[in-house]
């Protein structure tokens, strides 16, 4: 099983700005599809942002224009870029593997993301 560690969350105001990195363990990394996920206190997860293996993008349409997806196969790191942040961004913010997320499995602890007003 990959382990994923995230990190990069913070405070930030509305309509700021933050990088969030997601570093995978093992080998294996550049085959699969990454996904970040986000989670508020009484939600389910919700899917954000997808990168294929071969890097093709999509995202939620509450975040589409704002967040970007990236990779660096050989980092083994996937990047979430959120610009123009608002409120209802605030969550636990999570990244997984297609394989390992389709199983629910492979969670990390996330990092959390809190936005201002």
């Known amino acids: 099983q990959v382990q994923f560690v995230e990190s990069g969350g913070g405070l930030v105001q509305s309509g700021g700005s933050l990088r969030l990195s997601c570093a995978a363990s093992?080998?294996?990394?550049?085959?699969?599809?990454m996904h970040w996920y986000r989670q508020s206190p009484g939600k389910q997860r919700e899917l954000v942002a997808t990168i294929s293996s071969g890097g093709t993008t999509n995202y939620a349409d509450s975040v589409k224009g704002r967040f970007t997806i990236s990779r660096d196969n050989a980092k083994k790191t996937v990047y979430l870029d959120m610009n123009s942040l608002k409120p209802e961004d605030t969550a636990v913010y999570y990244c997984?593997?297609?394989?390992?997320?389709?199983?629910?499995?492979?969670w990390g602890q996330g990092t959390q993301v809190t936005v201002s007003s």
């Open positions: 997984n593997n297609q394989f390992q997320s389709a199983r629910g499995v492979g």
């Open positions: 093992g080998s294996a990394f550049s085959i699969y599809g």
